[in-house]
């Protein structure tokens, strides 16, 4: 019998032990140091991060939902304010709307992408909308040029999530380009393990090009602080953990090497499965690279269950991001909102799976 690894959606511990000692060294650095919060690796990273993405600032915080929840607040929306959030992602997008007292507005998506339908975000804008949040999904850029118009003439905050495109780089029709999370006003990210670039636990990350907005958001993260005991604004606590950040630090310089190697395997299920005519294999934008995050096909004529029940059984793991849109989960069903509201999500959530 010849050596048989178990696939992993995403191989963690082969990518640990690769950087092993250099991440040993790392940690036992903090341990040494004892500097638990806001160690001096915690602004290193915050200094790397902002160099690596081409952008002015970025401010660390203790996961990628506390981004989106602190970039929220940093732009003083009010209650009953709406905010427009393509109705197939993860929760969090919305879940952090909703606790603000803001109302997440739904919108459908692109089927071919899985992004943010550019005219269907357009005829949701009402007078009470304020801000929106394009999320990069599995990987590429959403349609920022268009988005980015759109809310100059609305007067819009544009707010991305960009916890699964961290490192993607978006083209403008003028040749210009820009790394994901760092076109609109605020760009949030997540160190969650499994992400391109993960931490050893829960970690997060905010991007921005305006100074105001970057001072704004450092106070928000340390309960409203800029110097110790003196609170100008409402905050929250909201820190990456030095030891996280030392990871990070040590496999921030990785990050292209792990894209590029995400490409490959992306590659390599195209060629193979290009042909099948049951199944539809991710569609690349022309106007974005593409990270991977995740490789997700759509399986056509109701055969999805079976084929991951397929898959199970050959021991190949296989997910499905995301079976229920956002309109039709409990916590953020509204009447006026029933099933069959947005056609192209719900058709999606039966068809999409998502490969190691």
């Known amino acids: 019998m010849g050596y048989h690894k178990t696939i992993q959606m995403v191989d963690l511990v082969t990518q640990a032990e690769k950087l092993q000692p250099a991440l040993s060294q790392a940690m036992q650095n903090v341990v040494s140091s004892a500097a638990f ?32 929840q602190l970039a929220l607040m940093a732009l003083e929306l009010k ?21 603000l007292q803001l109302i997440p507005v739904m919108v459908d998506v692109d089927p071919d992408t899985f992004m943010i339908d550019v005219e269907a975000a357009r005829k949701a804008i009402s ?22 118009d759109m809310a100059k003439k609305y007067g819009l905050w544009v707010v991305e999530d960009t916890a699964q495109a961290l490192g993607a780089e978006f083209v403008f029709s003028d040749g210009k380009t820009a790394k994901a999370g760092t076109m609109g006003h605020i760009g949030t990210t997540s160190f969650f393990p499994s992400k391109n670039l993960g931490c050893f636990g829960d970690g997060g990350a905010l991007l921005t090009q305006d100074d105001a907005l ?50 490959e395997a992306a590659a390599f299920y195209d060629a193979a499965l290009a042909d099948c005519d049951g199944l539809r294999i991710p569609v690349r934008v022309t106007q974005s690279t593409h990270v991977f995050h995740q490789y997700t096909l759509r399986v056509l004529n109701g055969r999805r269950d079976e084929l991951m029940a397929f898959l199970a ?40 799976l998502s490969l190691p």
């Open 37 to 68: 919060i806001q160690g001096p690796e915690v602004k290193s990273f915050a200094q790397s991060l902002a160099l690596s993405q081409q952008v002015k600032y970025a401010i660390p915080c203790a996961n990628g939902t506390d981004a989106l």
């Open 313 to 352: 059984q050959e021991g190949i793991p296989s997910m499905v991001y995301y079976p229920v849109p956002l309109h039709l989960q409990k916590a953020y069903a509204q009447s006026n909102v029933p099933e069959g509201s947005f056609p192209v999500a719900e058709q999606l959530a039966k068809e999409v």
């Open 214 to 263: 970057a001072e704004k958001l450092k106070m928000i993260a340390n309960h409203g602080q800029k110097i110790k005991y003196y609170h100008d604004v409402i905050g929250v606590n909201s820190r990456l953990d030095t030891l996280q950040a030392a990871i990070l630090l040590i496999k921030l310089p990785f990050l292209a090497a792990y894209t590029s190697a995400r490409n």
């Open 127 to 148: 007078p009470r909308t304020k801000a929106i949040v394009p999320v990069h999904l599995f990987g590429q850029c959403a349609p920022m040029e268009e988005l980015l």
């Open 79 to 99: 209650p009953g304010d709406e905010v427009l959030v393509p109705v197939f992602t993860y929760v969090a997008t919305a879940e952090v709307i909703a606790l």
